[in-house]
């Protein structure tokens, strides 16, 4: 049987993660709803410029806002795949990493990882990626500029990512970049004002235009993408958390309640071994 102050250690050190597991589960549960607010924003301000851009359009094409470039396309499909910057986010980086491996032909695809953990992930089975972005530490102020020049670079792109379904479930999900755009865009409502070049003169030109609203309409995809990505990662965490607080919870109580018998087995040893001294100096009187 395990001592006392053995027994009292191993209670404070279960407190301890008692504590430890409650705050990270508050702190996951306040950026779930950061991000949540931030997503309905940037979703507002996309549907403003999807109802200009199909209206400029000549054609149902994306193109990446490259028309007026002239540099060649890489003719592969890059791969961007969304992960956790720590190791704190479960098992959902491994089951996505496994998604895009079981899709991967190193013939055909290039890779950018976005996060420590996918990097390390993909290292570790000796996979090789052309980039490696770290993940936003803010959910605000998310730069993706980089890694729009990159997909500019290719003939098309899927982005591998983490999706928040409810915050006890999260999945993972391949959607092709283009598609990611056309699905955002049509979900807003048709504006009422008429745009053309009929009303309005662009400068330098409408095709410039058209382009500029295609990286724009880029950088929120891939910006919510990945708030996505981290939205789910929050979850994931807080169901980890929540799972470790509960379970931490129950080895306390057992815990506590083998001190409070080992504590009251030493009680009654000593009244035994009293009540014995008086007797045995009952007996020799």
Same mark, same amino acid.
């Given at each position: 049987?395990? =001592?006392? #102050?053995?027994?009292?250690?191993?209670?404070?050190? $279960?407190?301890? +993660? /008692?504590?430890?597991? %409650?705050? &990270?589960? *508050?702190?996951?549960?306040?950026?779930?709803?950061?991000?949540?607010?931030?997503?309905?924003?940037?979703?507002?301000?996309?549907?403003?410029?999807?109802?200009?851009?199909?209206?400029?359009?000549?054609?149902?094409?994306?193109?990446?806002?490259? =028309?007026? #470039?002239?540099?060649?396309?890489?003719?592969?499909? $890059?791969?961007? +795949? /969304?992960?956790?910057? %720590?190791? &704190?986010? *479960?098992?959902?980086?491994?089951?996505?990493?496994?998604?895009?491996?079981?899709?991967?032909?190193?013939?055909?695809?290039?890779?950018?990882?976005?996060?420590?953990?996918?990097?390390?992930?993909?290292?570790?089975?000796?996979?090789?990626?052309?980039?490696?972005?770290?993940?936003?530490?803010?959910?605000?102020?998310?730069?993706?500029?980089?890694?729009?020049?990159?997909?500019?670079?290719?003939?098309?792109?899927?982005?591998?990512?983490?999706?928040?379904?409810?915050?006890?479930?999260?999945?993972?999900?391949?959607?092709?970049?283009?598609?990611?755009?056309?699905?955002?865009?049509?979900?807003?409502?048709?504006?009422?004002?008429?745009?053309?070049?009929?009303?309005?003169?662009?400068?330098?030109?409408?095709?410039?235009?058209?382009?500029?609203?295609?990286?724009?309409?880029?950088?929120?995809?891939?910006?919510?993408?990945?708030?996505?990505?981290?939205?789910?990662?929050?979850?994931?965490?807080?169901?980890?958390?929540?799972?470790?607080?509960?379970?931490?919870?129950?080895?306390?109580?057992?815990?506590?309640?083998?001190?409070?018998?080992?504590?009251?087995?030493?009680?009654?040893?000593?009244?035994?071994?009293?009540?014995?001294?008086?007797?045995?100096?009952?007996?020799?009187?």
């Amino acid at each position: 049987m395990s =001592s006392l #102050k053995e027994i009292e250690q191993e209670q404070i050190s $279960l407190q301890a +993660v /008692v504590e430890l597991t %409650g705050i &990270f589960e *508050g702190i996951a549960s306040m950026k779930i709803s950061k991000i949540k607010n931030q997503v309905l924003q940037a979703t507002e301000f996309f549907e403003d410029l999807w109802g200009i851009y199909t209206q400029l359009r000549v054609d149902g094409l994306f193109r990446y806002g490259r =028309s007026q #470039k002239k540099t060649d396309i890489i003719d592969k499909e $890059l791969f961007i +795949v /969304v992960t956790a910057e %720590g190791g &704190f986010s *479960g098992d959902i980086d491994q089951k996505l990493i496994n998604l895009m491996l079981s899709q991967y032909k190193k013939e055909k695809n290039e890779i950018i990882v976005i996060g420590h953990h996918g990097a390390v992930k993909l290292a570790q089975k000796g996979i090789a990626f052309k980039k490696y972005f770290k993940l936003p530490d803010d959910d605000q102020k998310i730069n993706v500029g980089p890694i729009i020049k990159e997909v500019q670079k290719y003939k098309e792109t899927s982005v591998f990512y983490q999706q928040y379904v409810s915050l006890m479930f999260q999945d993972v999900k391949r959607i092709k970049l283009s598609k990611a755009v056309s699905d955002q865009g049509s979900k807003s409502d048709k504006p009422e004002d008429i745009i053309s070049d009929a009303n309005y003169i662009f400068e330098p030109n409408i095709y410039a235009v058209v382009d500029h609203l295609e990286r724009s309409m880029l950088y929120i995809a891939v910006s919510q993408l990945i708030l996505d990505s981290k939205l789910a990662q929050y979850a994931s965490r807080f169901r980890a958390m929540s799972a470790s607080h509960q379970m931490s919870e129950e080895s306390l109580g057992e815990v506590t309640l083998s001190f409070n018998r080992v504590k009251r087995a030493i009680k009654d040893e000593r009244l035994k071994e009293i009540i014995n001294g008086l007797r045995k100096r009952e007996a020799g009187v």
